[in-house]
């Protein structure tokens, strides 16, 4: 917990009266993020056990406002660029190094790309960030990778990538199972897989896994083994990923038996996963100390 802020540890998905739009210090941005929310009704098409959007209060709000988003944002943008929110806790908390806006991060409270809006908020926040010239700041999507292939979607994709962009798509499992039972979804594993070779053969993308401690057992050999043919695969037929970024459950989740792994044994899986795919990053995100 050394590197830890109390605004690293903040990740509430608010601030002040706004609906839409919250910033975060995040340890993956290594900065400031500040977040758009597509999702203000809180529904997704997974059900992951280790999700911490809290669903059992009731969403403020279940519309999208774009001109209010839009607003939103300008205001966080506004006071990330003047530095005036290193002022305001818990970001006057963040260490020096953090006090870079890095990204403005597509997230919420939902998969994003199930908003109708999704390509045209897109374009409203490429815009809003052009309007300022913050070139060096990313427009990244966290994405379940359920709806890359969708059409509407992959218009909301090529203004993304034209603006600094980075999609970090989900994969949490490697076999159709293990992903039913950790995701627990109605989209086909192959859909995810399809999705995933598609958009990488077009942009790199970027590779999201938690893996987690469920009922008393981290993933088996064999997931893993599973899980490393799956991007070997992505990578033999064309498709061009980024990184890795493994990571655990870092803060407390609904299901009492979704636990973070210890240190070690995330540790000696990204040893696994970076001898099987020599050449791609692991960036590894351990959970909070006191839990190991
Ligand atoms: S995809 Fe994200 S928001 Fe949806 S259930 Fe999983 S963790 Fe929660």
């Excluded at 050394?2 to 210090?25: G, M, Q, S």
């Excluded at 870079?100 to 809003?128: K, M, W, Y």
Aim: charged content about 30%.
């Amino acid at each position: 917990m050394t590197d830890l802020t109390k605004a690293h540890l903040d990740h509430r998905r608010v601030w002040r009266e706004f609906d839409y739009c919250y910033p975060v210090i995040s340890r993956r941005s290594r900065g400031l993020s500040l977040g758009v929310n597509l999702n203000p009704d809180k529904v997704c098409n997974f059900d992951c056990i280790y999700c911490e959007v809290d669903r059992t209060v009731p969403p403020r709000r279940k519309d999208l406002d774009l001109d209010l988003l839009d607003q939103e944002l300008g205001l966080l943008l506004d006071l990330a660029t003047s530095g005036e929110i290193y002022q305001i806790p818990p970001f006057d908390s963040a260490h020096p190094k953090q006090r870079r806006l890095n990204d403005i991060a597509f997230s919420g409270d939902g998969e994003p790309t199930t908003a109708r809006e999704f390509a045209d908020v897109v374009a409203r926040v490429a815009h809003l960030k052009a309007q300022r010239e913050l070139d060096l700041v990313k427009l990244v999507l966290i994405t379940d990778s359920s709806r890359l292939g969708a059409p509407e979607v992959v218009k909301g994709l090529e203004i993304l990538m034209a603006n600094q962009g980075e999609i970090w798509a989900k994969l949490d499992a490697g076999t159709e199972s293990f992903y039913r039972e950790i995701c627990r979804s109605q989209v086909p594993f192959e859909r995810i897989l399809d999705n995933l070779l598609a958009t990488a053969r077009r942009w790199p993308i970027l590779i999201q896994t938690l893996f987690l401690d469920w009922r008393g057992q981290g993933p088996g050999e064999a997931e893993l083994e599973a899980y490393c043919r799956r991007l070997e695969h992505i990578l033999a037929q064309g498709g061009r990923l980024q990184a890795i970024q493994l990571y655990t459950v870092a803060r407390p989740t609904p299901e009492p038996e979704a636990r973070p792994l210890r240190r070690l044994e995330l540790e000696a899986i990204a040893e696994n996963l970076r001898s099987r795919l020599p050449g791609l990053p692991v960036d590894v995100y351990y959970g909070p100390e006191e839990w190991a």
